[in-house]
């Protein structure tokens, strides 16, 4: 089973509201990440979880803020968001090995608008 | 820093035929890992192939290889006999290896590949 699961698959929010994405994958992966892709561009790294610790933040606005209760979830909780945000996000995992991180396997990614 | 450059930014094919998508790569990382992801209007990323910076046997599986030339900095990948189920958009990516976490993963821009029937 090489699936991560995200959702929603697609979320409108007004720049006042608050809601959070969700992340689970079932492979035992212990590095997980966010990344954000705008149309026709290709994803930009936000965040990386190690071992269920922030390990890289890609100096991301505070509007996002990630959170990974246990080894098979992450969540990336929206706050005062703005109309340039409305992106595509994609939830990663892969191993951590001794010889590096192996290949990241993607979720279907939740589709934001804010409006 | 690292980067990776796809100066394909659109290829269009008829079915059947091997097309070939370019991905010249920098980086100062003596190791690092290779990938090639595909996306379709889905718009999930789903793995393709991986090469060690330390391997560079280039290697066919199914309808898909790869020919990885370290001394050019390029890891170009082909399609034989391409089906129109191929169209999507390829990205080449690069990352460093690490041993304690997580590696950001560095994209090209993307190749857009349009099989014709």
């Known amino acids: 089973d090489t699936e991560v699961t995200q959702t929603p698959k697609h979320l409108v929010m007004g720049m006042t509201n608050k809601k959070s994405l969700k992340c689970e994958q079932h492979m035992g992966h212990r590095a997980m990440y966010w990344y954000k892709q705008k149309a026709k561009k290709p994803p930009e790294l936000m965040f990386v979880y190690s071992y269920e610790k922030l390990s890289i933040n890609e100096s991301v606005p505070s509007r996002f803020s990630p959170e990974c209760p246990n080894s098979s979830l992450l969540n990336l909780h929206l706050h005062a968001l703005q109309p340039e945000d409305s992106a595509l996000y994609l939830c990663?995992?892969?191993?951590?090995?001794?010889?590096?991180?192996?290949?990241?396997?993607f979720g279907q990614g939740t589709r934001l608008t804010v409006v | 820093a690292q980067k990776v450059t796809q100066a394909q930014t659109e290829i269009s094919v008829v079915e059947k035929e091997d097309v070939t998508l370019d991905c010249v790569y920098e980086?100062?990382?003596?190791?690092?890992?290779l990938f090639w992801y595909k996306q379709p209007p889905s718009g999930e990323l789903v793995f393709l192939i991986r090469r060690n910076s330390f391997d560079e046997q280039n290697e066919i599986s199914g309808r898909y290889s790869w020919n990885f030339q370290k001394s050019t900095s390029s890891f170009n990948f082909t399609i034989t006999a391409s089906q129109v189920v191929d169209s999507a958009v390829y990205f080449c990516a690069l990352s460093e290896i690490s041993e304690t976490s997580g590696s950001r993963l560095t994209f090209g821009e993307g190749t857009q590949l349009t099989v014709n029937p």
């Open positions: 980086t100062r990382d003596t190791t690092y890992y």
């Open positions: 990663a995992s892969s191993r951590i090995r001794r010889t590096g991180s192996t290949e990241a396997f």
